[in-house]
């Protein structure tokens, strides 16, 4: 799922950079020790955001404790929805890190030159329509973004020649997702198989900086298709919460063969590794006199902590706590509002009941929202959101903080908007926190956000925004407690959410 067209994914672009000395296929050298320190850069859409979110922050956590390395990998949406669009396909990778190479961001997005200044391993994919080839014309074209083996091919050559001409940094490329076979004809099925074979065959060449992590394999176990089992439901071509966390490791391992100089003669599918051990890693605790919040454990707690937020004193300003029936009819749209469950009054979220859009390959979405005020209520004086939510089923919601120019206008309009990601634990009441400084922003037209001066956090909301794939449109979501926080109480940090 992707934000504002959101996911909100969290497909996957993965960069890997990597420290050291990086040796070129012209001129081979002998194998260095390997670094002890490395950033990564993970550029991916939804199927990657699945990868990640099956333990990767958490594995090079681990892998870091138990190694005495400084391993930082992190992860960002690329291309973005706007202003280029959300589009990740050899085309793609080609229009902005070789037709618009150079030293400025093109549409908001980094070029090679840039991302270099700062990664040692850039790992980048495609989503898996990539794998929807159509027959060849017999007139191949790098300009082309219509997906035919003949442009694919033309592109890839081109985008190896760039990234050779980054000899400092390894790069790692996901061969393509693939979809299920309910969504696929078995002519493209081949077509599809034919590229990733090309690419591990003729494409990828040993001694230079350039490596694979064979994602296709482990999706078709040899077949044609993302296997059913591995995928999030019919007609879902994104891998399901088993897979992602089975596979997520193999992933790890791949990136610390290839920083490690193993990048040629281990299994590009990053299986065959030694078990990382387990390793407790403990978070950080907030200095004492500045009131930070530590970083969230890699498995937060869901239970609700003794914690009570008040409405009034600074610092503090309760959107919704579901116990004045009047707030509710203000503040919710028909798709939402105050109810029972068990002896508290909370704010029921009915997808089912909300509008629906087609996010494309992210399928269809349903979307709640908290009615407009006359005027933008003020952010600026708030650094966190805490709410608490409760579901009946696993299940990924995207919350967003809307922003319009003028609220009273009911027709759409240009806007954007600053999300989050909850996956709650389901059966039971989880606290979220969100860092209103860390949210992933979304543009539908930049003339709202360029008229609002490009906030790099919220400062104006019109209303929340709350979406989730149609597939989970009956589930039972609840919601309490939305609070706008300036200083985070202690027994409030563990819930503290990673960006």
């Not at 009131?291 to 009570?308: L, N, R």
Request: hydrophobic share 35%.
């Amino acid at each position: 799922m992707k934000t504002t067209r959101h996911h909100p994914l969290a497909t996957v672009l993965t960069a890997v950079l990597v420290c050291g000395i990086l040796q070129t296929a012209a001129a081979p050298a002998a194998r260095a020790a390997a670094p002890t320190s490395a950033r990564i850069i993970f550029l991916h859409h939804s199927t990657g955001e699945c990868i990640w979110n099956g333990g990767v922050a958490a594995w090079f956590q681990a892998y870091n404790a138990a190694h005495k390395t400084d391993y930082r990998i992190t992860e960002q949406n690329f291309p973005k929805d706007s202003p280029y669009g959300w589009e990740n396909y050899p085309y793609d990778y080609w229009n902005i890190w070789v037709n618009h190479a150079g030293n400025s961001p093109y549409k908001n997005e980094p070029t090679l030159e840039i991302l270099a200044r700062t990664y040692n391993v850039i790992v980048f994919k495609h989503c898996f329509p990539v794998s929807g080839i159509e027959a060849d014309t017999g007139r191949g074209d790098a300009r082309s973004s219509e997906k035919r083996l003949e442009n694919y091919k033309l592109q890839y050559e081109a985008l190896k020649g760039k990234l050779r001409q980054f000899p400092q940094v390894k790069f790692i490329l996901w061969t393509g997702a693939v979809q299920v076979q309910a969504d696929m004809d078995e002519p493209t099925a081949r077509r599809a198989k034919a590229f990733f074979d090309w690419v591990r065959t003729r494409w990828d060449e040993k001694g230079d900086n350039i490596f694979l992590w064979d994602f296709y394999e482990l999706e078709t176990e040899g077949g044609l298709y993302l296997k059913a089992q591995y995928a999030q439901a019919a007609g879902d071509s994104h891998p399901n919460e088993g897979f992602s966390r089975k596979v997520a490791p193999y992933f790890c391992q791949r990136v610390v063969d290839v920083i490690a100089g193993r990048g040629d003669t281990t299994k590009i599918t990053g299986q065959g590794g030694k078990p990382l051990p387990v390793v407790s890693v403990a978070p950080t605790q907030p200095a004492p006199t500045t009131g930070a919040a530590p970083s969230p454990p890699t498995t937060a707690p869901t239970t609700a902590p003794a914690v009570q937020i008040v409405s009034t004193g600074p610092g503090k300003w309760l959107f919704d706590n579901a116990e004045d029936p009047a707030l509710g009819k203000q503040r919710w749209d028909a798709a939402a509002g105050h109810a029972k469950d068990g002896d508290q009054r909370v704010i029921k979220i009915s997808f089912a009941e909300g509008k629906l859009e087609d996010w494309g390959e992210y399928g269809k979405q349903r979307i709640v929202h908290s009615r407009r005020p006359a005027s933008n209520f003020d952010l600026s004086g708030y650094k966190y959101l805490a709410l608490r939510v409760k579901t009946d089923r696993e299940m990924e919601i995207v919350l967003g903080l809307v922003t319009m120019p003028d609220p009273t206008i009911k027709a759409d309009e240009p806007y954007f908007a600053f999300s989050g990601y909850l996956h709650p634990k389901p059966g039971v009441w989880n606290w979220v926190v969100l860092d209103l400084g860390k949210l992933e922003l979304a543009v539908e037209g930049p003339a709202a956000y360029e008229k609002a001066g490009k906030p790099s956090r919220p400062m104006q909301l019109t209303h929340l925004k709350l979406c989730t794939n149609v597939k989970n449109e009956k589930a039972a979501v609840a919601l309490d407690d939305i609070t706008f926080l300036r200083d985070l109480p202690r027994e409030l940090q563990p819930y503290l959410q990673q960006p």
